[in-house]
């Protein structure tokens, strides 16, 4: 009995995860931006009710991006002026008390203009 009550209790939360909304982006355009412009992401569950923040991250540093638009399947953000050049993850906060990090498996690569 107690053997059936576990098997139930995990098909429960196995059910309670396959159901939830996780916020994911699937693709970005342009992959390669510099400062002061805007990507596009496109992926599931990006509204602002799921949600709060978006962020590039190298591991180590989090640049918090400046979201101009926000819709289920899209985000609108740009570029900080004060961002270094690099390849950056994505990451979204959740709206969640206390947010969850979500590193994404999308890349975007930050670039500055050569000073001739």
Known sequence: MKRAMFLLAGLVMLAAVAFAQVPVINTIDPGEAKP???ITAVGVHLESAKVSEVYLTDGINDIKMVVVEQKAESLKFKIPNDAKAGVYNLM????SNPPILLVQPVKCTVTHTEVE
């Open 36 to 38: 002061g412009e805007v």
């Open 92 to 95: 979204l906060a959740t709206v």
